[in-house]
């Protein structure tokens, strides 16, 4: 028997052991979707430096053409989410179509709200009336895409905040977002939610509007039951604990989505899994526990790589979300529970360790088989001729001189 035979035989033997049902856990594995970002794909730095890649996306169609690649190479990550503008369309309907024929969908629309030069000071907490509505209007706007684009998420996460104790009233300020997100909410299509992304720092670095998942739940709770609250990851202070996060706004049934990413330091650009597996693990062990209470969590990778190949790099992120869903499926939950409820906390924690702890790669490979994708997507990268082809057809776009992607 191949090796590889083997190692799946061996592990669903222990699964088997442990009363799991396999072909629940492969399931879920074919039925998971991590959506990636159009601006993963172009060219984006620091605020120091653009280094340009050769083959760099530099059109919303060359940034579909590559998700739909990461799809093809997955099969799990069929959609990709645009920003707006820096993803822009004369007809979006045409470009729903154009995407649908390369196999993937449009998702979240995120509307762009630090961008412009009359956003210096914020923009829906802005203290001007007019900027306020200027971006009021444009997700207004991202609304009416979301109906050409088939898109059921309004994605919004705010730059604002103030750099300096007394700039401006924290308390105006916290009226002026809830009266401008209200005045959007009731053009959001129907069935769709608007996600509101909380940061705790930058670009404003005395406070920001929308600084936890606190303050971004009270806030959906105002605005009504289409507001859910978008985790990202890297988007914490260091050690917070993002899993009891989760496990809260699961239970509030107001956990919508999340940004994947992994924070070392300051912002939210390494590849997720990459300096915190466990973490994410343990994120996706309250997902899996949660059953169907976790049915409409949007799951969006939040990454624009700068010195990393961009491909590559998408890839991997996706790849170390499958893994993490995969140890998630097959903790012994109904163990876990019995060891809790008898206060044996090393023995609990145990069992979630054993599951992280598993090698899952074999189980990977046997529901890459079954989906008809490749066995090793990242070798099958490698060994492909796509990175070189659009490379030779894309060249090396300009460096733009901002870090932030789209500029
Ligand atoms: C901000 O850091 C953020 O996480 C938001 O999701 C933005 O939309 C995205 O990055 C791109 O700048
Ligand atoms: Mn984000």
């Not at 762009?112 to 009359?118: G, I, K, P, S, T």
């Not at 069992?351 to 529901?367: G, M």
């Amino acid at each position: 028997m191949p090796e590889s035979q083997s190692g799946y035989a061996a592990l669903a033997d222990t699964l088997a052991g442990r009363g799991l049902d396999l072909a629940r856990v492969k399931t879920a594995l074919k039925q998971q979707h991590i959506e990636t970002p159009s601006w993963g794909y172009g060219d984006s730095g620091t605020r120091f430096k653009v280094f340009a890649q050769p083959g760099a996306a530099r059109t919303v169609e060359e940034k579909i053409a590559d998700a739909a690649y990461m799809n093809r190479l997955t099969g799990i990550a069929p959609s990709v989410a645009l920003h707006i503008p820096w993803d822009t369309a004369a007809d979006w309907a045409a470009l729903r179509q154009f995407a649908g024929e390369l196999g993937i969908r449009l998702g979240a629309i995120n509307p762009n709200l630090f961008q412009d030069d009359v956003y210096m000071l914020g923009s829906v907490c802005h203290p001007s009336a007019a900027v306020r509505q200027r971006a009021r209007d444009h997700m207004i706007e991202c609304c009416a895409i979301m109906q050409a684009t088939g898109s059921d998420i309004l994605s919004v996460w705010l730059a604002d905040g103030t750099n300096y104790a007394g700039q401006d009233s924290i308390r105006a300020r916290k009226h002026r977002l809830q009266e401008t997100l209200a005045e959007v909410y009731p053009h959001l299509p129907p069935g769709s939610r608007m996600l509101l992304e909380y940061k705790f720092f930058e670009p404003a670095f005395y406070h920001t509007d929308l600084a936890d998942w606190g303050m971004a739940y009270a806030l959906c709770q105002k605005l009504g039951p289409q507001a859910e609250v978008l985790v990202d990851t890297g988007h914490h202070a260091q050690g917070t604990n993002v899993a009891h996060i989760v496990a809260l706004l699961l239970d509030e049934g107001r956990l919508g989505g999340f940004h994947f990413n992994a924070r070392q330091y300051g912002d939210d650009d390494l590849i997720v899994g990459s300096t915190n597996p466990w973490e994410l693990f343990v994120i996706f062990s309250e997902l899996v526990s949660a059953g169907e209470g976790a049915a409409n969590v949007a799951y969006m990778i939040d990454q624009s790589h700068n010195i990393e190949p961009k491909l590559e790099a998408m890839l991997l992120s996706i790849l170390n979300c499958q893994t993490a869903l995969a140890k998630a499926l097959i903790v012994d939950y109904a163990a876990l529970r019995a060891r809790q409820e008898a206060g044996d906390v090393l023995g609990s924690h145990l069992i979630l360790a054993d599951a992280f702890q598993t090698d899952v790669r074999p189980l990977l490979r046997q529901v890459r088989a079954e989906m008809n994708v490749p066995l090793d997507p990242l070798a099958a990268l490698k060994a492909d001729s796509y990175v070189q082809t659009v490379a030779a057809a894309r060249g090396a776009a300009h460096a733009a001189s901002s870090g932030y992607p789209g500029a």
